[in-house]
């Protein structure tokens, strides 16, 4: 076997388990990337994130975080809901945290592309990732072909949109690699114009402090007062970038069990969210990724839409 059979046979048991798609790079240092990444911390626009500022060199360059690497096989799993929340005037959950916590989901399915590929191929060793680790997901699915990244930072793809998870194996083994594809925004600021809290500050570049997402799951603070009423409801997250995105037309329901919600967080009503207790929280987030902000930061969000 060679490595374009390899590369076949990967991608082919990629789409088995169940991945929308599945692209390769050259594990080496992302050159283009380094001084954007820097510039970004620079000017603090990761606010209160501080892990961005750590293992700066291996965010970079996957050599450095996996020993011997040489490919980094890139993968897209689709979350696109059927269903969303039934009560319009309901605080909002954005729609990747609806299912099961995407990080148990995703890690089993490498684990199982990664036994695949030691079966198949022998003594190959590598790590699977999934958004936990100090690697820029999105710069590489977009250098293995699976989309560009868009005006507001996401990646998108022609065909399918940017609902999606991406994750990787980084593994030392060489294969064939994708060339990237080309910016589709063109002249569209949907985004740019749609974003309640300005926070794509320039095409391309979102100011991860000024975002919802940001005050909403990473800030553990109080909320600052001068954003009150520009939340337009959210309470976990936000996917407004995204449902506007003219491309997210061609979004599709995934077809992941474990991604489907409980019935009852789609039933809630506003007044249901707004007198949730510890017990229901618990039992309407179990093994979601919601259980992040904890009991306390999802009231806290809850309240700052109240006063709203």
């Known amino acids: 076997m060679n490595s374009q059979t390899y590369t076949q046979s990967i991608k082919t048991e990629a789409k088995r388990l169940g991945f929308l798609s599945c692209g390769i790079s050259k594990a080496e240092f992302l050159e283009e990337e380094a001084p954007r990444l820097e510039n970004w911390l620079n000017q603090n626009m990761h606010g209160e994130m501080q892990y961005m500022e750590n293992h700066f060199d291996k965010r970079l360059d996957p050599t450095k975080l996996v020993e011997g690497s040489k490919s980094v096989i890139s993968l897209l799993l689709n979350y696109f809901p059927s269903q969303n929340q039934k009560d319009p005037e309901a605080p909002k959950i954005s729609k990747y945290a609806y299912g099961t916590d995407y990080h148990f989901v995703i890690k089993d399915k490498l684990?199982?592309?990664?036994?695949?590929?030691?079966?198949?191929?022998?003594?190959?060793?590598?790590?699977?990732?999934?958004?936990?680790?100090?690697?820029?997901?999105?710069?590489?699915?977009?250098?293995?072909?699976?989309?560009?990244?868009?005006?507001?930072?996401?990646?998108?793809?022609?065909?399918?949109?940017?609902?999606?998870?991406?994750?990787?194996?980084?593994?030392?083994?060489?294969?064939?690699?994708?060339t990237p594809v080309t910016d589709h925004c063109g002249t569209c600021t949907a985004c740019i114009d749609a974003c309640p809290t300005q926070a794509i500050v320039d095409p391309y570049v979102v100011d991860g402090s000024k975002c919802i997402s940001y005050f909403t799951i990473e800030l553990k603070e109080q909320i600052p007062s001068n954003y009150r009423g520009q939340f337009d409801n959210w309470m976990f997250g936000c996917d407004v970038c995204q449902d506007v995105c003219p491309w997210n037309r061609f979004s599709k329901p995934h077809n992941e069990p474990l991604f489907n919600p409980k019935p009852e967080l789609l039933s809630m009503t506003k007044k249901d969210w707004e007198e949730i207790t510890q017990e229901v929280f618990s039992k309407v987030f179990q093994k979601s990724a919601v259980k992040r902000t904890k009991f306390s930061g999802l009231n806290r969000n809850i309240q700052f839409l109240k006063e709203e």
């Open 111 to 178: 684990k199982a592309l990664l036994n695949y590929i030691q079966e198949e191929i022998g003594d190959v060793h590598g790590r699977a990732f999934v958004d936990s680790a100090p690697v820029l997901d999105k710069a590489w699915a977009a250098r293995s072909g699976l989309g560009w990244i868009g005006k507001n930072s996401n990646l998108l793809t022609q065909q399918v949109g940017s609902f999606y998870f991406i994750a990787e194996l980084i593994v030392d083994l060489e294969l064939e690699y994708d």
